[in-house]
């Protein structure tokens, strides 16, 4: 399945350049040309990556960043950022507010195109095989084995546990977890099903659930996995 790529950019000519070299490396691509659909977009699609403009109508880039870090609680995906300011000043903004790479305009589309490969590459390297605290989660197979013994994990248990694996000593709100992986269903997902299914986990992972060492509780927060 190919990776999906958003392209968050208000000018036609630069949006139709970097959608023709993206699609040539067989990347499936999504468009926005404001920040109030490029937040439609990701929430329908979960893309893989983000090209981000920063200067958007309706919500800025700056905005629309710091929602998908901040509101969302989503650290894990890549956002390039466009911009035409060049001072070192605005490099640095953009990356503190979230942003893996800061590209002034005009760029070139095949710089553009090796961070991309480069990024999905170790990513996909990375998420084949997750290893913590004795546990191994394979993504690929949806297979969770801990000290070699096979856990048996319901989808969303699984998707829950590779989630928190992969983003290891983040605290998550529960209202973040159900963003995240009820994306399409949010709204009808209540707190306590994270509750349930993080208290089903533990049963399975932990050896004494009642003192988790692995998936544990920021009192007042939210839940995090210990690596």
Known sequence: MAEVVLIVEDDQMIRDLIRLYVTKQQYTVIEAADGEEAKQLFLQHKPDLIILDLMLPKVSGEQFCKWVREDLGNQ???????????????????????????????????????????????????????????????????????????????????????????????????????????????????DRTIDAHIKKLREKIEEEPSKPKRIQTVRGMGYKFVQ
């Open 76 to 190: 894990d995906i890549p956002i390039i950022m466009l911009s035409a300011k060049t001072q070192i000043e605005d490099r640095i903004e953009g990356l503190s507010l979230g942003a893996d790479l800061y590209l002034t305009k005009p760029f070139h589309p095949e710089e553009l195109i090796a961070y991309i490969e480069t990024t999905f590459r170790r990513r996909n390297q990375q998420r084949k095989r997750i290893k913590a605290n004795g546990l191994e989660l394979l993504t690929e197979e949806r297979e969770v084995y801990l000290r070699g013994e096979k856990v048996y994990l319901t989808r969303h248990e699984f998707d829950l546990l590779s989630h928190l694996m992969q983003h290891p000593n983040i605290v998550f709100t529960r209202e973040q977890l159900v963003r995240n992986l009820y994306k399409y269903d949010e709204q009808n997902i209540l």
